[in-house]
Every structure is written in structure tokens, then in C-alpha cells.
């Protein structure tokens, strides 16, 4: 990775203070006035911090490609902002922002002119502003960086947690207000000390869509459920995962066997054929595509192509930092991009969301469905836990496989005891034929 964790660490604080700053000042120029526009009550607007971090880790060997390094900060960007609307208005049962106003926007979370910002923004952060705090950085005592992040992520926490609990606080007491309107008798009171009331003022006033019919028609949807996994649900996103594991990991090695004549292993696991890339992948596309399933083939192979192929350049690099382990290498494809993805395979992505969101997906959506409910969530439940505790053993024993074969050094305890025992050179090479150690 190039950069440390306490850069990583400063490089957050510092360009989220800057979104904080940028956030006031377009806010104070439609309003003619001074509003908080962070998410915490402090002078920090995170998201803005996290896509600088994401830029940091993900984008610096594009640098050398700036229209690559623009597009791939545009859309993981845009990911970034769509997960973490999504999110928010699936926990507080609001909407933080909302683009549906300006042209080309994406459900009102993203829009392609900020993203297009966005992206520009990655090429300046990591050609220019980056190598800029990073020499800022190295002129400051260790220590006194050190203690420095530490007080500010605590202080950070500790913000994110008083806001949290203040706008829970601040939706019961609107949902209590639009039930007593309703003439609902029994309404409970809050209590509430000074900080919290203070954050929820702040809150009303800068993000004023917080509006009392929005949690009225959340309160009224959240009914028994009947239907498991209905809609783009949780144990949907699940049930999926594990079939695209599956699915997956089934058609790359026929795709093996066909084009190199060779059966071998192509799965993420030590234990099933599982692939984790095609299960992630295929929760993570549904849940961003599900919106757009009635959209026209052309819109949705568009979407595909170019979410996959960020998805799998992501997945590239962050399986190297981990592992320090390269699963596959395109560097002999035409059109690839640092050997982590290629036009070919890219537009494979797409075909498969057309063919997945048009064909495949309705017809298993139906079949998730008629599962019963308990046995349904039991199911779910089980393969979840088995697929963490598969996922850290296979971690684990890559981490001791590269450590084995680059340091030659012996087993320090029982558990590098039993990882050298049960997952040997043979058997991982067998698991991952096609893995590479890196430095």
C-alpha cells in the first residue's frame, strides 16, 4: 500500500473538514445564512474523508492513466455516496440529500455532474494534494501524529454516537407529534438533556426535508411480515450471495475446463465452491440495479459494464494489500488495465446484469420467496455464520501460505501449528492454482 495508516487516518480528518467547509459555504450562499451541513455536530463531513481514503487506497497505480484515474474515482465515488444514501434513509428512515431535481441523477442519491466533480477530485487528490500532505505529514514529530488521531477518532466516535441517538430521539418524538395530531391518546414523553436538544435544532435546520409525513408512511409500512426475503430484503441480498458464490464459482470452472482443458479449483474458500467475488458481486449489483430492473437492456449492460468492472478492479487490489497474494492477472488480455480487469471482462459483467436482472433474478427472487419464513431465516442465519467462519480460515491459512514461502519461517504457536497441517502448500495451491505472491 502507499500509504501508512496514520496518513491514511490524516488524509480523512483533513479532506473531511474541507467537504465540512466546501458543505458551509454553498450552504450559506442559498441560504444567506450559517448552517451546519455535517452529519455529526462537529466540523466534519465524513463521507467526504472516505472517498478521499478510498481514492488514496484503491486509485494510485492509475496515476499514470488520468482519464482511468477520473472515471474510476467518478464511479466508486458515486458508489459510495449511493451506499451511504441508502443507508442512512434505510436506518433513520429519511432522505440526507436529494438530486432528483438535476438532470441525469440516480434515485435522488447521485447525480452525474457531482460525480463528475468527484472524479476530478481524485485525479488532483492523487497527483497532487496527497504527495503534498504526505510531505506536511513527514515534517510533524511521530508521536505528536499519533496522539493527535487518536483524540480525534475518539472525539469523532463519540460525536457519531451522540447524533445518532439524538436523531433517534428527535424521530420518536415526531412520530409521537404526528400521532397525537391523529388524535392518538397515549403519547410518551422524552426526555432529552440540553446537547441533544441542541443537535436536533441543528439537525431540523440543516436538513430540512426531515419531514413528519416521511416517518408516518415508514411507521405504517413496518407490518408483520408474511412473504420471506420480500423485495430487495436483507436475506434476499443473502440467499443471493450464496447462489452467486455458487453459481459462480460452478461456471468459472467449466469456463476453465473448456478454454484450458484443465479442471481446477475456482473457489475463494478452503471449505466448498464457493466464490466470493461472484457472491459479493451479486448481492452488491442487485442491490444497486434493483432500481433500475425495468430500465431497457442497453441501460442496465451500461450500469453493468461499468459497476462490474470497478467492482473487480476493487476486489483486485484489495485481496493483494490483504494477502499480498495476486488471484488473477489479465496482463496478456487486449484492453486491460494494470492485468486487475479488462474490456472483455468487463462487458461480460454487463451481459451477465442484463441476463441477471431480465432473466435469472426474477425467477429466483419468486423461488427465495416461497421459502417459509422460520426456516427460511434459520437457513440464512446458519450458511451466514459458516461463510464468516470459512472466510477467516481461509484468511487465515493464506496469510501463513505467503508467509511460509516468503520468510521460510517456522510455525510460532498451535494455531500456525495446525494451519501448516490441515492447509499445507499442496493443498492451497491446489485450492488456488492460479494465486501469485507479491511483494
Same mark, same amino acid.
Given at each position: 500500500?502507499e ?22 459555504c ?19 463531513c ?13 486509485l494510485?497505480?492509475l ?23 441508502a ?43 496527497n ?12 508521536l505528536?501524529?499519533?496522539?493527535i ?22 424521530q ?22 440540553a446537547?441533544?436538544?441542541?443537535i436536533q ?70 471449505? *466448498? ?5 461472484w ?10 440495479l ?15 459494464t ?12 484489495f ?21 486487475r ?8 459483467? *454487463? ?27 434459520i ?5 451466514l ?6 472466510c ?16 521460510g ?20 495451491e ?7 505472491i507479491?511483494?
Open positions: 500500500m500509504y501508512t495508516v496514520y496518513q491514511l487516518a490524516f488524509f480523512f480528518f483533513i479532506y473531511s473538514f474541507a467537504g465540512w467547509c466546501i458543505e458551509v454553498c450552504a450559506a450562499i442559498q441560504k444567506r445564512k450559517f448552517v451546519n451541513r455535517g452529519f455529526v455536530n462537529g466540523p466534519l465524513p463521507i467526504y474523508g472516505s472517498g478521499a481514503v478510498l481514492f488514496a487506497i484503491f494510485p497505480e496515476k499514470e492513466a488520468p482519464f482511468f484515474l477520473f472515471l474510476a474515482g467518478a464511479i466508486l465515488a458515486s458508489i459510495l455516496e449511493f451506499t451511504t444514501g443507508l442512512l434513509e434505510k436506518l433513520f428512515h429519511r432522505k440526507w440529500w436529494d438530486y432528483s431535481d438535476i438532470k441525469w441523477n440516480y434515485e435522488g442519491y447521485v447525480c452525474l455532474p457531482f460525480s463528475l466533480i468527484w472524479g476530478g477530485c481524485a485525479v488532483i487528490l492523487n497527483m497532487f494534494l504527495p503534498l500532505l504526505v510531505k506536511l505529514l513527514g515534517i510533524m514529530p511521530k505528536l501524529i499519533v496522539i488521531m487518536i483524540a480525534l477518532t475518539v472525539v469523532l466516535v463519540l460525536d457519531t454516537v451522540g447524533t445518532t441517538l439524538a436523531i433517534r430521539g428527535l420518536k418524538k415526531q412520530v409521537q407529534l404526528a400521532e397525537f395530531t391523529e388524535g392518538v391518546s397515549q403519547v410518551s414523553k422524552l426526555l432529552e438533556n446537547i441533544t436538544r441542541r435544532k441543528r439537525m431540523d435546520k440543516a436538513f430540512p426535508m426531515l419531514e413528519i409525513p416521511k416517518i408516518k408512511r415508514q411507521k405504517r409500512t413496518k407490518e408483520k411480515e408474511t412473504v420471506f426475503a420480500e423485495g430487495c430484503s436483507f436475506y434476499k441480498l443473502v440467499s443471493l450471495f450464496f447462489i452467486g458464490a455458487f453459481l459462480g464459482d460452478i461456471t468459472e470452472t467449466i469456463f476453465c475446463l473448456i478454454t484450458a482443458g484443465k479442471l481446477m479449483s475456482r473457489s475463494s474458500v478452503v471449505y *466448498g465452491p464457493f466464490s466470493i467475488v457472491g459479493l458481486g451479486c448481492a452488491f449489483l442487485t442491490a444497486i434493483y432500481r433500475i430492473r425495468n430500465k431497457n437492456d442497453s441501460y442496465i449492460f451500461i450500469a453493468g461499468l459497476l462490474g468492472g470497478v467492482y473487480e478492479y476493487i476486489c483486485s487490489v485481496t493483494e494489500l490483504v494477502f499480498g497474494t495476486v488471484f488473477w492477472d489479465y496482463s496478456k488480455f487486449a484492453f486491460n488495465l494494470g492485468g480487469i479488462n474490456l472483455l471482462y468487463c462487458f461480460f459483467w *454487463g451481459i451477465a446484469a442484463v441476463v441477471w436482472m431480465k432473466l435469472l433474478y426474477p425467477r429466483l427472487s419468486t423461488w427465495i420467496e416461497k421459502i417459509p419464513m422460520k426456516a427460511g431465516k437457513i440464512c442465519t446458519v450458511m455464520v459458516f461463510m464468516i467462519f470459512d477467516l480460515l481461509s484468511a487465515m491459512a493464506l496469510a501463513r501460505y505467503t508467509e511460509r514461502n516468503t520468510t519461517k517456522q510455525a510460532q504457536n498451535e494455531v500456525e501449528s495446525f494451519l501448516d497441517e490441515h492447509f499445507g502448500d499442496e493443498r492451497m491446489r485450492i488456488y492454482p492460479n494465486a501469485k507479491v511483494d
